[in-house]
Antibody
């Protein structure tokens, strides 16, 4: 059974950096899948942030590209998200997910990140 | 970006009745190389992540009840729940994974009438 678990601070100050990690179990981060970050704002809009392959190849949402970095740690079977220069508009539940040929087929439970001073 | 538009925004259906949700993409999500539509349907209940129900527009994910079905091709898609059960109350999203940035519809809230 594939499981993903997000971790990281639940509160980030404005202009600071949001950092989250997703630990993967039940699948290898080096499998033939991509690994994705998705967020959902309090208004319920679902926004894809970006994805990474085990080789380090990435795709980012152009709306966030200048502020986003996704990285992979194969030794720990996990991947990470960094989002810089955050504002209140970045307050959301952040999910990590596996992207297979079927789409986003496994998701973490999500973690709420609030941007506030 | 491919824009995904769902209709209606909310829907109230009686138990045992049919529920139909539509999704339209601003451009085709059909891969001509394998003739598959890169379109998925997700169910989200409060406090939970989205759950994949249907992929490739019409293939049911393992474990999903057969009252859920998907149809359509190209730019127009439909999710149908043939006989609504109480546990189907949720928000439903379509998503294209044809090209990045992957995009979701705005969601359809399904309630019991």
């Amino acid at each position: 059974q594939v499981q993903l678990q997000e971790s990281g601070p639940g509160l980030v100050k404005p202009s600071g950096t949001l950092s989250l990690t997703c630990a993967v179990s039940g699948d290898s981060i080096s499998s033939r899948n991509w690994w994705s970050w998705v967020r959902q704002s309090p208004g319920k809009e679902v926004e894809w942030i970006g994805e990474i392959y085990h080789s380090g190849s990435t795709n980012y949402n152009p709306s966030l590209k200048s502020r986003v970095t996704i990285s992979v740690d194969k030794s720990k079977n996990q991947f990470s998200l960094k989002l810089t220069s955050v504002t209140a508009a970045d307050t959301a539940v952040y999910y990590c997910a596996r992207v297979s040929a079927k789409g986003h087929d496994y998701w973490g439970q999500g973690t709420l990140v609030t941007v506030s001073s | 970006d491919i824009v995904m538009t769902q209709s209606p925004d909310s829907l109230a259906v009686s138990l045992g009745e049919r529920a139909t949700i539509n999704c339209k993409s601003s451009q085709s999500v059909l891969y001509s190389s394998n003739n598959k539509n890169n379109l998925g349907w997700y169910q989200q209940k409060p406090g939970q992540p989205p759950k994949l129900l249907i992929y490739w527009a019409s293939t049911r994910e393992s474990g999903v009840p057969d009252r859920f079905s998907g149809s359509g091709s190209g730019t127009d898609f439909t999710l149908t729940i043939s006989s609504l059960q109480a546990e189907d109350v949720a928000v439903y999203y379509c998503q294209q994974f044809y090209s990045t940035p992957y995009t979701f519809g705005q969601g359809t809230k399904l309630e019991i009438k």
